[in-house]
């Protein structure tokens, strides 16, 4: 079992709808999640972290924690194409672990 | 302006040459780190270190050496003994290393713009 997974994609959504990006991990002693952002030929850029179960909104962006389920995701509202890119999930634990990331494309 | 730098952005390596890829930050964060980027693909750990003068092997360290004699720079050498070095490299730095402590962003990394190698 690898130890941070995310579907690949691509994931299709049109302009105006929701996003939703989901990640599971595989130690149960995680403490810290990230979400990053990475355009296309560009280094990684944060978008949000969590720590405590529940929702955390920022703006267009929700990222959900469950640590019972081991699972994390991102929400992003009123999608845009400016949001067309891979979303990476990091899990800090043990060590800083990075998921494959899920590449998501808006179309217009 | 506090940061991550790496130069060169592309460099071009014929077949059996060493190359080193430059990485500074002016952050004042104690661990750094190197990942290698292929098309397509997720980061992978190369090495890190979380302090001057020590580092570790990350998951595909075969081929590649690091040195850590300063904490604001972590220079990434590839060598000729790696086979396939065309790709997208990335350094990061974080305040500290992950560990058992209470949760926070502590452990939140920030990458460089990142060095585009191509092996002639």
């Known amino acids: 079992q690898k130890e941070v997974e995310q579907n690949s994609g691509p994931l299709s959504v049109p302009e105006g709808a929701i996003a939703s990006l989901n990640c599971t991990y595989s130690?149960?002693?995680?403490?810290?999640f990230f979400w990053y952002r990475q355009y296309s030929g560009k280094s990684p850029e944060l978008i949000m972290f969590i720590y405590s179960n529940g929702d955390k909104e920022d703006g267009r962006f929700t990222a959900q924690l469950n640590k019972a389920s081991q699972y994390v995701s991102l929400l992003i509202r009123d999608s845009q194409p400016s949001d067309s890119a891979t979303y990476l999930c990091?899990?800090?634990?043990?060590?800083?672990?990075f998921g494959p990331g899920t590449r998501l494309s808006v179309l217009p | 302006d506090g940061g991550i730098t790496q130069s060169p952005k592309y460099l071009f390596r014929k077949e059996g040459q060493n190359v080193t890829l430059s990485c500074e930050q002016n952050l004042n964060h104690d661990a750094m780190y190197w990942y290698r980027q292929d098309p397509g693909q997720g980061l992978r750990l190369i090495y890190y270190?979380?302090?001057?003068?020590?580092?570790q092997k990350g998951d595909i360290a075969e081929g590649y050496s690091v040195s850590r004699e300063k904490k604001e720079s972590f220079p990434l050498t590839v060598t000729s003994a790696q086979k396939n070095p065309t790709a997208f490299y990335l350094c990061?730095?974080?305040?500290?290393?992950?560990?058992?402590?209470?949760?926070?962003?502590?452990?939140?990394?920030?990458f460089g713009p990142g060095t585009r190698l191509t092996v002639l």
């Open positions: 990091a899990v800090s634990g043990q060590n800083f672990v």
């Open positions: 130690d149960r002693g995680s403490q810290s």
């Open positions: 270190s979380q302090i001057v003068n020590d580092f």
């Open positions: 990061a730095s974080s305040i500290g290393a992950p560990g058992p402590r209470e949760p926070s962003s502590y452990n939140e990394q920030f």
